[in-house]
């Protein structure tokens, strides 16, 4: 009997507990990580979206092949186009898809619509307003791109 109290090793309760406190410990570190994650895919995400509709609007200013140039926005992507409407497919659309953990919405732009279509020469544009990049994990992480009148974007 003496040899039985003598003997050392894991019991498959311990092995559990260990596995229990290891899966907590790492379940606490990976939620900041997450969110930080989230924070700058809308980030990287945002400044895609303003550099895109810049480089329609200085390709508008410059009358580049005789034509204006604009950006349409769907929920899941950003459309760089083109011509004063969007259609697809054409060999001068650029898409930026987006991450599947944010989506656009709303899309507030003035007369309606999702497209923003800056003018030659001038670079204005009739569709002024905002379009918001939302984390579909949180609604209170979100982006907002503004597009002014005279056809400057920028993010906040």
Known sequence: MSQFLHQRGITAIELLLVVAILAIIFAMAISPFSSFRDIQILNSTSLQIVSLLNDARMASTASKESSRYGVHFESGRAVYFKGGTFSEPSPYNKEIKLDNSIHISPITL???????????????????????????????????????????????
Do not use: C, M, P
């Open 110 to 156: 003035a007369g309606g619509g999702s497209d923003v279509v800056f003018e030659q020469l001038t670079g204005e544009t009739q569709n002024y307003g905002n379009v918001i990049l939302q984390s579909k994990a949180s609604a209170t992480k979100q982006k907002t791109i503004t597009i002014s009148q005279i056809g400057i974007s920028s993010q906040n």
